[in-house]
């Protein structure tokens, strides 16, 4: 039922069909906290920089923090990186989801999806989409350990790979959190809930402001770079912040940026409202500009701007 409805319905996605457990790796961990519609602009031209675990072991940092620049959460960009180069150190993927467990940033979700997608290891992987399918399938939140148990009662071990990403997409697509689409659904008559909705509690969102100056001269904009130390988007390039709390003349630009649990409204002033900062800085074309690691919210200002395209 489940699968034929996904041989029939699944979403054309890039790394749909990949057998390669190295770009399933990639999909996957870009996929962790990153919108699929992101994550598809992204995913091939990453691939296509860095088509190999090798490839991507060999390459420098700063390259490929400024490939993953968009998608956020830049500490997996480091951890795929590491996993790569442990990858190369052990002498080949590992092919099982236990194995997998042992790559840095590669949890038990991780590691079963790739080892279930390119090694048909029956072993059933469960993620926030998931949960809400068999919470709806059985009429209650279940516990940690139950959710896992579940998934791997109802897995098909004869196409593990694909039962897995058919939950995915059920949860994405159907069985949406706030409405889902019950009468699209194909494991509806096996469904406790059917629509009636488990009601959790949202987390608070926070509100903040921050503030960026876009300083552009001689067709070139000042960036500055974050200090190497610190927790949050260590050594990426962004927009010099603007220290004045009041600026006479109205923003170039306000928009809105969202980061874990707190939205942000950013506000971009012109240089002529507020002196430029001290420290170190660069001035960068367009073309040097999009080959730095910059921030996501650096890279939106800009395209925004229309300084950069892409
Ligand atoms: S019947 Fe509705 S609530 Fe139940 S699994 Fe399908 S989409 Fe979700």
């Known amino acids: 039922m489940l699968l034929s409805w996904f041989?029939?319905?699944?979403?054309?996605l890039p790394w749909r069909g990949a057998r390669d457990p190295y770009h399933i790796l990639v999909s996957e961990i870009m996929l962790q906290q990153t919108r699929v519609?992101?994550?598809?602009?992204?995913?091939?031209?990453?691939?296509?920089?860095?088509?190999?675990a090798e490839r991507l072991a060999a390459a420098r940092e700063q390259t490929v923090l400024a490939a993953w620049s968009g998608l956020g959460y830049y500490r997996r960009a480091r951890s795929l990186q590491a996993a790569?180069?442990?990858?190369?150190?052990?002498?080949?993927?590992?092919?099982?989801?236990?194995?997998?467990?042992?790559?840095?940033?590669?949890?038990r979700y991780t590691a079963a999806a790739v080892a279930s997608i390119a090694f048909d290891e029956p072993a059933a992987a469960v993620d926030g989409n998931v949960k809400r399918v068999l919470t709806r399938l059985a009429g209650r939140v279940l516990g940690e350990s139950e959710y896992w148990d579940a998934a791997q009662t109802l897995l098909d071990p004869k196409r593990p790979g694909d039962f897995n990403q058919a939950m995915m997409e059920l949860g994405a697509t159907v069985c949406l959190p706030g409405k889902p689409l019950c009468e699209t659904c194909p494991v509806m008559a096996l469904c406790v809930e059917q629509g009636a909705g488990v009601k959790r509690k949202q987390a608070p969102r926070n509100k903040s402001e921050m503030r960026y100056l876009l300083a552009v001269n001689d067709g070139k904009v000042l960036l500055r770079q974050r200090p190497k130390d610190n927790s949050l988007m260590p050594g990426m390039w962004e927009l010099p912040e603007c220290k004045a709390k009041r600026g006479p003349a109205a923003p170039l630009m306000k928009l809105k940026h969202s980061i874990t649990n707190t939205d942000?409204?950013?506000l971009v002033f012109s240089p002529r409202e507020s002196r430029l900062p001290a420290e170190a800085g660069k001035w960068a074309t367009p073309a040097a500009a999009a080959k730095l690691a910059l921030t996501g919210l650096a890279r939106k200002i800009l395209q925004r701007a229309e300084f950069l395209r892409c």
């Open 37 to 52: 519609a992101v994550v598809e602009q992204r995913y091939a031209s990453f691939v296509q920089q860095f088509p190999t």
């Open 7 to 12: 041989d029939r319905e699944q979403r054309k």
């Open 264 to 266: 942000y409204t950013v």
């Open 84 to 107: 790569a180069k442990k990858v190369g150190g052990n002498g080949g993927f590992p092919r099982t989801a236990e194995a997998l467990r042992e790559l840095p940033g590669v949890g």
